[in-house]
C-alpha cells in the first residue's frame, strides 16, 4: 500500500492504476477503476466497511485520511478530533486500500486558497442548520479528493445521510464524473452507530448515547406498525428522549438538536414518511454532538 502525501503524487497514482489496467477488466467492474473513501481518520469498523465496499466494485481503491478543517466550526472539536495515522493505515491496509492520500492542510488549502463549493438551499438543513458553514467545508474538500483523485466511485456511510445529500446534488450539479455510492450504517452490538466521535464518550454517556439508536428503531417500528405522521413520530422520539433523560440522575443530559423526517434529496421537512423518507436525530450527549438516522419504509 502506498502512502501519498500530495495531489500530484494522488493523480499520478490514479493515471498509473488505469494505464495499468488497459486490456485488462477491473476486478469486479471493467468499467469503474478508482475507488474513493474519504475520511477523516480515526477509523473504525464502520469505515472498513466501505473499504471492503470499494474493494469488492473498483479496481483499485484510495482511502483519503485528512481533518477537515473547514467543516468545523470556530468552537467545534477540530484540535481535539481523535487522530491515530499509524493505526488507520494498518486497518486500511488489512481491508485491501491500494493507497492512503493523507495531505497536509496547505496541501489542500494552499495560502490565500479563495475557492470554496457551496450547495445553497442543502447546506442550512439539518447539520447546515445548527453548524454553519459545516456543508461548505463538506463539499469543498470532497469536491477536491473526487477531482484530484479522479475516482469513479466514492463511498459513504449512510450515517452521513445529509452530507450524503449535499454531495449528491454537488457531484450532479458540477457534473463530475464520480458515482456515489453508500453504504449501510454500522453499529455496535447494542445498536450504537459507529462514529469516530463515540471515543469522546465516556462509559455513563456511551450508555445515554443509546437514545439515538433507541429513537430510530421507535421510529422504524411505528411505520411498520402502520404510523406514517411525521408530528407523530417525532412527537414520539422527543417522549423517548425525555423519559431516556430522566432515567438518568447524573449530568449531563442528553440534548436534543433536532429531530426530522425529510426527503433524502432535498432535506425538506415531509408530512407522511413515504417510502425512502428519511428520519434523522442529533443530539449532544454531554459536550459531544452524535447523529443517528433510518430510511424508513
Request: glycine share 6%.
Amino acid at each position: 500500500m502506498e502512502i501519498l502525501r500530495t495531489v500530484a503524487e494522488l493523480r499520478h497514482w490514479s493515471r498509473e492504476c488505469r494505464s495499468r489496467a488497459i486490456g485488462i477488466e477491473a476486478r469486479n467492474d471493467g468499467g469503474n477503476l478508482i475507488g474513493l473513501v474519504p475520511t477523516m481518520g480515526a477509523l473504525h469498523a464502520g469505515h472498513a466497511s466501505l473499504i471492503r465496499a470499494a474493494r469488492a466494485s473498483v479496481g483499485y481503491v484510495a482511502v483519503s485520511i485528512f481533518v477537515n478543517p473547514t467543516q468545523f466550526g470556530p468552537n467545534e472539536d477540530y484540535a481535539r478530533y481523535p487522530r491515530s495515522f499509524e493505526a488507520d493505515c494498518a486497518l486500511a491496509q488489512a481491508e485491501g486500500a491500494d493507497a492512503v492520500f493523507a495531505p497536509s492542510v496547505e496541501e489542500l488549502y494552499p495560502p490565500n486558497a479563495a475557492t470554496f463549493v457551496e450547495v445553497a438551499g442543502l447546506s442550512d438543513r439539518l447539520d447546515g442548520e445548527s453548524r454553519p458553514g459545516h456543508f461548505r467545508g463538506v463539499a469543498t474538500v470532497v469536491a477536491k479528493l473526487l477531482i484530484a483523485t479522479e475516482a469513479d466511485r466514492a463511498f459513504f456511510g449512510q450515517k452521513d445521510a445529509a452530507q450524503v445529500a449535499v454531495i449528491r446534488r454537488m457531484v450532479a450539479d458540477l457534473r463530475l464524473p464520480a458515482e456515489i455510492v453508500v453504504c449501510p450504517i454500522v453499529r455496535e452490538p447494542d445498536g450504537l452507530a459507529l462514529s469516530s466521535r463515540n471515543l469522546y464518550l465516556s462509559p455513563a454517556e456511551r450508555k445515554q448515547a443509546l437514545t439515538l439508536s433507541r429513537a430510530i428503531r421507535q421510529a422504524e417500528a411505528s411505520v411498520a406498525s402502520g404510523e406514517r405522521r411525521a408530528s407523530a413520530l417525532i412527537e414520539a422520539a422527543r417522549r423517548l428522549f425525555d423519559a431516556e433523560r430522566s432515567s438518568f440522575a447524573a449530568e449531563p443530559e442528553v440534548r436534543i438538536d433536532y429531530i426530522a423526517l425529510v426527503d433524502w434529496a432535498t432535506l425538506q421537512p415531509v408530512e407522511i414518511a413515504a417510502p425512502g423518507a428519511l428520519f434523522a436525530v442529533a443530539a449532544w450527549v454531554g459536550s459531544t454532538r452524535l447523529i443517528d438516522n433510518t430510511i424508513l419504509g
